[in-house]
T-cell receptor, first 110, second 117 residues
């Protein structure tokens, strides 16, 4: 079983839609959960950072972690064409290597 | 806003040649990392570095790879004898010291695209 699984998409939505991106994982020791945004041939940009279970909101973005189900989500409200990118989930234990999902490619059309 | 920088943006080399990829981490960060991403695949961890020594490395990081912090600002990845399969984007990342969650955030540079011919 792969450590972090993420549906690669592609996911296409109209402008203004609510987007839901998800990852599952197998290692119950993971404590820190991140979402990165990556534009084509660029470096990952840290979007959201969550410790343990719970929700975190930042503007149009909400990150959710359910450690009991080993499932994390990123919601994007009122999606914009500029949100079109690949979204990577990543997770780790404190101070250790990040383990990434494969990324979900999102396209928001105007 | 402070950011991680990397040079060169693109490096083309012949198989068997040595390459050095350079990174300038964010200035007050003390933990440094190298990751790579082969086209169409996941971002993969290579090595982490703290207090002038390797703190963790993956199976990918074999004897062909080495890292160094030659001065107070640069962090380098050397590949001694490049192979075709080393072609990838190489990302440097850094994180700050600190307790709990805040010290664990890793910030990535724009990457160096390495092409081995």
């Amino acid at each position: 079983q792969k450590e972090v699984e993420q549906d690669p998409g592609p996911l296409s939505v109209p402008e203004g839609a609510i987007v839901s991106l998800n990852c599952t994982y197998s290692n119950s020791a993971f404590q820190y959960f991140m979402w990165y945004r990556q534009y084509s041939r660029k470096g990952p940009e840290l979007l959201m950072y969550t410790y343990s279970s719970g929700n975190k909101e930042d503007g149009r973005f909400t990150a959710q972690v359910d450690k009991s189900s080993k499932y994390i989500s990123l919601f994007i409200r009122d999606s914009q064409p500029s949100d079109s990118a690949t979204y990577l989930c990543a997770m780790n234990q404190a101070g250790t290597a990040l383990i990434f999902g494969k990324g979900t490619t999102l396209s928001v059309s105007s | 806003e402070p950011e991680v920088t990397q040079t060169p943006s693109h490096q083309v080399t012949q198989m068997g040649q040595e390459v050095i990829l350079r990174c300038v981490p964010i200035s007050n960060h003390l933990y440094f990392y190298w990751y790579r991403q082969i086209l169409g695949q996941k971002v993969e961890f290579l090595v982490s570095f703290y207090n002038n020594e390797i703190s963790e490395k993956s199976e990918i990081f074999d004897d062909q790879f080495s890292v160094e912090r030659p001065d107070g600002s640069n962090f380098t990845l050397k590949i001694r004898s490049t192979k075709l399969e080393d072609s990838a984007m190489y990302f440097c990342a850094s994180s700050a010291p600190g307790q709990g969650a805040r010290g664990n955030e890793q910030f990535f540079g724009p990457g160096t695209r390495l092409t081995v011919l």
